[in-house]
């Protein structure tokens, strides 16, 4: 899997809308982006994935660049509960899968 | 619908005692299965991967083992624990297609003192 760069942390107020970078120079033409995110002692969650088109579902919208070469996770009214560490991840569904990694992430605080 | 099963839920161990951590995986067949241990404040790595009963491939060394003993059952284990094995154990299962994606245990917590 591909290398991903995200800032470390951002912050943000609850109600506010968030946009999270990330940045994948050396995506390739059939790997997909995924995001998780995770809260302390829990395994990460799916939030969203795409390919080349923008998506969205009911926790986030995925704004992916016509060059592919970065994304924004895009989370509207942000809550408490949407603090966690998010974990911008590029996947070749082509391959084995046998590495999935996971990076440090950017880590979301959210304050009331 | 498919469900993942991690136990202990937590565990403190003396250091040179052995262990076992256990994950089952009920309402999918064959599935592809993983172990991630992350250290306090750290990030996921990935330990093993089992695409099949009785095939596991290492991924990251740390003087643990991991057996697939059922199609449904996924074990880590070792028989001396240290110091450096502390930390949040996780079991995931992978889905397959073009909506890939992982689904995680709630994790086991390993105190070694």
């Known amino acids: 899997d591909a290398k991903t760069t995200q800032p470390d942390s951002m912050e943000s107020t609850e109600g506010e809308t968030v946009h999270l970078p990330c940045s994948h120079a050396?995506?390739?033409?059939?790997?997909?982006i995924y995001w998780y995110r995770q809260v302390p002692l829990q395994g990460p969650e799916y939030v969203t994935h795409?390919?080349?088109q923008n998506t969205t579902n009911s926790m986030a919208f995925l704004a992916i660049a016509s060059d592919r070469k970065s994304s924004t996770l895009i989370l509207t009214h942000v809550s408490l509960r949407d603090a966690a560490v998010y974990h911008c991840?590029?996947?070749?569904?082509?391959?084995?899968?046998?590495?999935?990694?996971f990076g440090k992430g950017a880590k979301l605080t959210v304050s009331p | 619908a498919q469900t993942i099963h991690q136990w202990p839920v937590a565990e403190i161990k003396a250091v040179g005692s052995p262990l076992s951590l256990g994950c089952t995986i009920k309402g999918k067949s064959s599935p592809n299965l993983y172990w991630y241990w992350q250290a306090t404040g750290g990030t996921l790595q990935q330990l093993f991967y089992?695409?099949?009963?009785?095939?596991v491939e290492s991924v990251v060394q740390l003087n643990l083992s991991a057996s697939r003993p059922k199609d449904d059952q996924f074990i880590l284990s070792t028989e001396k624990l240290l110091l450096s094995h502390s930390g949040f154990y996780l079991c995931?299962?992978?889905?397959?297609?073009?909506?890939?994606?992982?689904?995680f245990g709630h994790g086991t917590k390993l105190s070694v003192l």
């Open positions: 050396t995506i390739s033409g059939n790997e997909y």
């Open positions: 995931a299962w992978r889905t397959g297609g073009c909506n890939e994606r992982l689904f």
């Open positions: 089992s695409i099949t009963v009785g095939q």
């Open positions: 795409g390919l080349q």
């Open positions: 991840i590029l996947r070749d569904q082509q391959g084995t899968g046998s590495k999935l990694s």
